[in-house]
Each structure stands twice: as structure tokens, then as C-alpha cells.
């Protein structure tokens, strides 16, 4: 079989076509049905709609001759005349730009930026997209991801360094009050990933040391060594074994009482459903307790399982952990480790946390989230949410939230619902 010898070269007439108009059944099917006519092949085709108008662009090319060594030149005068002739009856506008070879190559260093706003203004906007530039990027694309429960867009960007654009971006975010998402595009995004989850403040809503020391009529005194500790101001172990000590003579019935009564953060299921379809694993990785989290993981089909474990003898917490804790340094090793056998590489591992503990784990993934957290947290993490929801974190690995729903309806017809 002869091999396809490519119509276009850096000298080949190319037309670009873009109509413009009321969106409407069947544009696109009469656009290249007008074309089937003449010797041209396609080059390139892009297409979008939004708020009912409809913009799309066909780039073509003059096909090259047997031989594929020169374009056949032709008259582009009917096909031109076709083209107007389409555009008026579907009732739309028709601009035809002449030109050679194919688009420009983009620049290297293809990046995502992905923006969530709660609102988005336009002053933030302004703001990321003039930092962009400043930093020799050039937008090639933008697509809306999600626009509730936070407005969702992706950015493409090529021809700026990742590094650079990170820390520029970052500064115009936390100024305009949205949050930025900054990952290099190749490949190994369409991979399996690893997401590692801390636990109290993240995926669950407050703290499970905190409401058992609620049993033990202790709970302000508790609470004071919690934030301090979040906010990196003492070792996390002390902190732990201190507050766990003050829980000493609480009945163990009482981590059944605190699990009945967790919350769930708004949107925790949702995500976790969403990329469990496509073959995501979870792990949480929590300064917390086995007895409970255990039981979390249990019931969101989580994979992986590392926290601390609660000294129980005749049937009262003794105010001491069994083995090892997980602090700071054990929460990165436990990333590490899942994703190890998990066999997932480092950098498809996202981490998701709000305390100064988390942040060894952060900074060891491929993609590190501080979620709502301490201020330190936020400021040394590349990637902060802020907005309430979990499930935000699905739109920063590309996720829209019209196929989150689809899949939502699909799982539901399935089951008869």
C-alpha cells in the first residue's frame, strides 16, 4: 500500500472557513458536504458553542497531485461561491481566509492552567491572562469545565515556563480571591493516578480527636492544641500523644457514637464516585484513628488505609497510640508507599490536605492541593481550593462537570433507578 503523502506543505493554498451563527442540528454535516465537490482535504477543525451561537472553523487544503510531490491548483471561485451559498441558507455568516500551510506549530512547554472561581470576575481574568503573556505564554484554547458549584475553565498554554507561570499565577489568584492550577499537559495525564486523602478538616468536617474529647468534657482545651498544631506552630507528634492523652478513661463505645456522626465535606462522594469510574484508586492518610477511619474507607471503597491507632484495654481508651505515629514526614511516606503498589508513578499521585502535617505529602505528589487550609499551608502549596467543595478537585485533572452528571445518569439507568 502507497503511504498517505501529507496535502499540506509550508507552501500548499490552504482556506480557512469559519461560520458563525445560530447553533443548530446538521451545520457541520452541510459545511463538508459543500466541500466534498472539490479537491481539498481537511486540515484542521475546531468547533464551539456558547449561549446558542455557534463558531466553527475548517481549515483546508488544495489535496496534493498522485505523485504528492505539488498541490493541483484549482479555481476557488465556486467553492467559494458554495461556501456563501451554505452560509446563507442556514443563516449564518461565512468568512473565508486564504493562506498557506498549516496552522503555526505551537510553541513548546504545552501547560494546563486550570481557574475555579466562586464567582469568576473578569477583573481575575484580566489579571491571569495578562500574567500569561507576560511570561511568553500563548492561550491556544480555553474550555469551560464546570459552571456550578464553582465556574471551571482550562486554560491551554504553550511557550511559558511551568515554574514561572506557577508563582505568577498564584500571586494574581489569591489577590483576585480565585484558585489556580498550573500542570504540565503530555501523556501521563490520560494515566491511572493515586489520590491521597488526609482525613479530619478535608474529607470529613471537623475533627475526630475533637469530638472524642467531647466525651472527656475537654473539648476547648483540645481544640486549642489542634489549631496550633495545623497551623505548624508545634511538633504534630507531641501534639498528638498530648491531646490523646486527655482521652484516657473514655469509653470505647464512643468511637461508634463519633462515626455515626460524621459529615461528609459537600461533593466528597461525588469525586471519589466520579474517579473511581475511571480506574483512580484512593488512599486516606490521616494523623487520625484506624477505629474510625477504617470504617470511612469501608464505605467509600477506599484502597489504602494509613492513620494511627487508639490504645483500647477493657473496653476505655487508655489516652496512648499503638506503634508509630503518622505525622508530617509518615504521611509523605505512606504516598509513597500506596503509590508503589499501587503501581502508579509519583507524579499521577494527587494529594489533597489542610494542615502544616500534610504538607510533606504535597510537596512529594504530582499534584499537591491545600484544601480550605491554614494560611501556611496555602501559601507553600503549588495548588489551593478554596471553594467548599470537594469535588472542585475533579475539574483540576480535566474532568467536566457535564460528563460528572452523564455518568451520574448512566450508573442510574443501569440499576433501574
Not at 470505647?252 to 461525588?270: D, I, K, N, Q
Request: glycine share 8%; aromatic share 4%; with cysteine.
Amino acid at each position: 500500500m502507497t503511504p498517505h503523502v501529507p496535502a499540506v506543505h509550508l507552501t500548499s493554498p490552504t482556506l480557512l472557513v469559519t461560520l458563525t451563527g445560530p447553533d443548530r442540528s446538521g451545520v457541520s454535516t452541510r459545511l463538508f458536504a459543500c466541500l466534498e465537490p472539490f479537491d481539498v482535504e481537511v486540515v484542521d477543525v475546531e468547533q464551539l458553542v456558547v449561549r446558542g451561537r455557534l463558531v466553527l472553523s475548517v481549515l483546508v487544503s488544495l489535496a496534493s497531485d498522485a505523485a504528492g510531490s505539488e498541490p493541483v491548483q484549482q479555481d476557488p471561485t465556486p467553492m467559494e461561491r458554495s461556501l456563501r451559498e451554505v452560509a446563507a441558507e442556514l443563516g449564518m455568516d461565512v468568512e473565508l481566509e486564504h493562506g498557506v500551510g498549516d496552522n503555526r506549530p505551537r510553541r513548546v512547554g504545552r501547560i494546563q492552567v486550570t481557574v475555579l472561581g466562586h464567582p469568576l470576575r473578569p477583573a481575575a481574568m484580566t489579571a491571569l491572562t495578562s500574567r500569561i503573556k507576560a511570561a511568553d505564554g500563548n492561550i491556544d484554547r480555553i474550555l469551560r469545565l464546570a459552571r456550578y458549584p464553582v465556574t471551571a475553565l482550562r486554560l491551554e498554554v504553550s511557550g511559558a515556563d511551568p515554574d514561572v507561570l506557577q508563582a505568577d499565577l498564584a500571586a494574581a489568584a489569591y489577590e483576585h480571591g480565585v484558585d489556580i492550577a498550573v500542570e504540565e499537559r503530555g501523556i501521563l495525564r490520560h494515566a491511572q493516578r493515586l489520590v491521597v486523602m488526609d482525613v479530619d478538616s478535608t474529607l470529613i468536617q471537623g475533627e475526630v480527636i475533637e469530638m472524642l474529647a467531647e466525651h472527656a468534657g475537654c473539648a476547648d482545651e483540645v481544640a486549642a492544641v489542634t489549631e496550633s498544631a495545623m497551623r505548624g506552630e508545634i511538633d504534630f507528634e507531641q501534639s498528638l500523644r498530648q491531646r490523646v492523652a486527655r482521652l484516657e478513661g473514655v469509653p470505647a463505645s464512643a468511637l461508634e457514637e463519633v462515626h455515626a456522626a460524621l459529615t461528609y465535606t459537600p461533593g466528597a462522594r461525588t469525586m471519589i464516585r466520579s474517579l473511581k469510574r475511571l480506574g483512580y484508586r484512593f488512599a486516606l492518610v490521616s494523623g487520625g484513628f484506624t477505629q474510625i477511619i477504617e470504617r470511612i474507607a469501608a464505605d467509600l471503597g477506599i484502597d489504602y488505609v494509613a492513620a494511627n491507632e487508639l490504645e483500647i484495654v477493657d473496653g476505655r481508651l487508655t489516652g496512648r497510640v499503638v506503634g508509630r505515629v503518622v505525622d508530617r514526614a509518615g504521611k509523605a511516606e505512606a504516598l509513597r508507599r500506596f503509590a508503589a503498589e499501587a503501581r502508579i508513578g509519583i507524579k499521577n499521585t494527587v494529594a489533597v490536605g489542610d494542615g502544616a502535617n500534610d504538607l510533606d505529602m504535597l510537596a512529594a505528589a504530582g499534584l499537591g492541593i491545600a484544601f480550605n487550609a491554614k494560611p501556611v499551608v496555602r501559601d507553600q502549596a503549588r495548588t489551593s481550593v478554596n471553594s467548599p467543595y470537594l469535588d472542585s478537585i475533579v475539574y483540576l485533572l480535566g474532568i467536566t462537570r457535564e460528563e460528572v452528571e452523564a455518568a451520574d445518569a448512566d450508573e442510574d439507568h443501569a440499576d433501574g433507578s
